[in-house]
Structure formats: structure tokens, C-alpha cells
């Protein structure tokens, strides 16, 4: 497949860098203010090189990503809320010409995936989704496996900052801004750590897997979301006592979506450690499926791209 990356953020870099290892070609890159076109192949290293040395990918303009002849439009920008631009139009544009999308950005499948869809129906192009949720691990795949409608509930550990930030705690009896700071140093957390430690960003994936359960309906307004900033070290302590620990759970079902701090068994399989994600799919026939993985980061995300991208058929 031929690849035009929109992002060359660590998820964009990663699967231009990994994409040949795949079988599949990059015929454009682009960041926010700049792109590298090449219908033959663009020259990936010189194109990250010159990413880390000047800021830029390339000459072109980022528009220039939709006029080369792609098979493949991997949409890596951040997520954005509300009408999750510019990534919708992004993806809608690679449709409406009969091209395949694969979105890392979670905007598009989490507040507008209704509209998504419509236009995948018009569309001989198809839409996939599986780096927008547990990065590495493989969820969504899961459940289309098993068919949605054989799913009956996700719940899971779907960020790995609020995780490490609670592991930290328990562990050390620290408490959450000591944590925070601990984490911001080593990069786990970002220096705006929001969206991670409020539940947001939990949230908006939890969103993505209700949709796929109920082919749509939800967005992140309709998710019930509380975050971890107000947990004292004391209830950690005393959830210790009772062979427990708290984690920041979340829940998706054909009713709805919710987000928070939760009581789980201390040696139970929600209690992952670390930066580690962990996902509970409950089925009809087949029990309950546990995935369990690393959550983020460019390389393991984007080999959730490069999965998405091998699932689709040749146009």
C-alpha cells in the first residue's frame, strides 16, 4: 500500500519509519506547516532527519499530501474535541476520492463517528481505527473478531500517566503532586497532564468502544468522567489494608460510558502497574478476553496503524 502520513508527531514518524518493514510504501509526509511528496517513494530518513534539524519534513505545502497518488491516508494529528477538525476533514477529503483511512487522531471516531460512517458508506474507501484505542493492543481487532454484537461490556485501564501516577502513590506512599512532578521529569506525563489525569482522554476511548458496540451515538458529552486528582495518599493506604488498590477504570456498554477511580482486588487484573494498559472484554459466548500492553508511545501505536493498514483490501 502507499502510504500519505498527515502528523509527524511520534505516532507519524514511527510509521514512516517502520512502514517498509511492512511491506508498504510512504509516498508523502506532512507535519503542520510543511510536507515531502514523492509519488515513488518519498526518502523517509532524510525526511525525519530533516524533521529533527529544521522543524520541517519538507518544502511542500501540507495540502500537496492529497493531490499524490496514495492507497492510504494515515491520519496521526492530535486529537481535538468538539468537531474534531481538522481530522474530520482530513478523513472525509481521502473518502470522498476513494481512499482508505486509518486514524491514530481519536477526534473523528469519538465526536463525529456517525457522520464518519455516512460518509464511509459513499465511499469505496474504508475507515479503521485501532490505534485510537490501547495503543499496541489489539481491541478493537478483538471485538470485530468476536463481532460487536457479541460484546456485551469493555472495561479496562486505558491511560497510562493516571496509571503510573497511582502505582507511584501506593507504592511509595507518595502523594499526587509529588507523583505528578515525578512523572512530568521522566516524560510519562505531559506538561499539561489535563486531559491524562482528569479522565479525558480515558474517556474519549471508552467513547470510541461504545460507538463500535452501538454503531454510534455517543460522544464524549455522554460520558459520566471523574478524574484522580483528588485522590489522597490515605486511600491508598487504607485500600491497602483491605488487600485492595484504587485504579482509573473505565466501562463501555450499548448504555453508556463512565470513567473513574475504582476499588479493584490488589492482585487482581485490573491492578496493572506502571504505564501498562490493560482491557476486560466481556462476550456472550466467549467469557471474558484479556488484553494487556502497552497503552502509547510512537512505535507501539503505530504498529497498530500499520496492522489497520494490512487489514484493508487493494482498491
Request: avoid cysteine; hydrophobic fraction near 40%; aromatic fraction near 4%.
Amino acid at each position: 500500500m502507499r502510504l500519505a502520513i498527515l502528523g509527524s508527531g511520534a505516532v507519524g514518524q514511527s510509521v514512516a519509519d517502520l512502514a517498509g518493514e511492512y511491506g508498504h510504501e510512504v509516498v508523502a509526509l506532512a507535519d503542520s506547516s510543511s510536507a515531502v511528496v514523492d509519488s515513488d517513494g518519498i526518502d523517509v530518513d532524510d525526511a525525519l532527519e530533516r524533521k529533527i534539524s529544521s522543524g520541517a519534513v519538507g518544502d511542500a505545502d501540507p495540502a500537496a499530501v492529497f493531490e499524490t497518488d496514495y492507497d492510504v491516508l494515515v491520519e496521526a494529528t492530535p486529537t481535538t474535541l468538539d468537531d474534531a477538525e481538522p481530522g474530520f476533514t482530513h478523513a472525509k477529503r481521502a473518502l470522498e476520492a476513494d481512499r482508505h483511512v486509518v486514524l491514530a487522531n481519536k477526534g473523528p471516531v469519538a465526536e463525529r463517528y456517525e457522520d464518519l460512517r455516512a460518509i464511509e458508506a459513499d465511499s469505496a474507501g474504508s475507515v479503521r481505527f485501532e490505534a485510537t484505542v490501547g495503543g499496541a493492543i489489539p481491541v478493537l481487532s478483538t471485538i470485530e473478531d468476536e463481532t460487536p454484537q457479541a460484546v456485551t461490556a469493555v472495561r479496562g485501564v486505558l491511560n497510562g500517566t493516571a496509571n503510573f501516577i497511582l502505582t507511584r502513590m501506593a507504592a511509595e506512599g507518595l502523594d499526587y503532586e509529588h507523583v505528578l512532578a515525578e512523572a512530568q521529569d521522566l516524560g510519562v506525563a505531559e506538561a499539561d497532564p489535563t486531559f491524562d489525569v482528569d479522565g479525558t482522554d480515558a474517556a474519549l476511548k471508552f467513547v470510541i468502544l461504545a460507538n463500535v458496540l452501538s454503531d454510534g451515538g455517543f460522544s464524549l458529552e455522554d460520558a459520566t468522567v471523574e478524574g484522580i486528582q483528588n485522590i489522597p495518599g490515605s486511600a491508598l493506604d487504607l485500600a491497602a489494608e483491605d488487600g485492595r488498590t484504587i485504579r482509573l477504570i473505565g466501562e463501555a456498554t450499548r448504555e453508556g460510558i463512565r470513567v473513574g477511580p475504582r476499588l479493584v482486588p490488589e492482585n487482581g487484573a485490573l491492578a496493572v502497574t506502571g504505564t501498562r494498559n490493560i482491557v476486560q472484554i466481556e462476550t456472550r459466548h466467549a467469557g471474558s478476553l484479556h488484553s494487556s500492553g502497552r497503552g502509547a508511545g510512537g512505535p507501539e501505536t503505530a504498529t497498530a496503524v500499520l496492522s489497520d493498514v494490512g487489514r484493508l483490501p487493494e482498491l
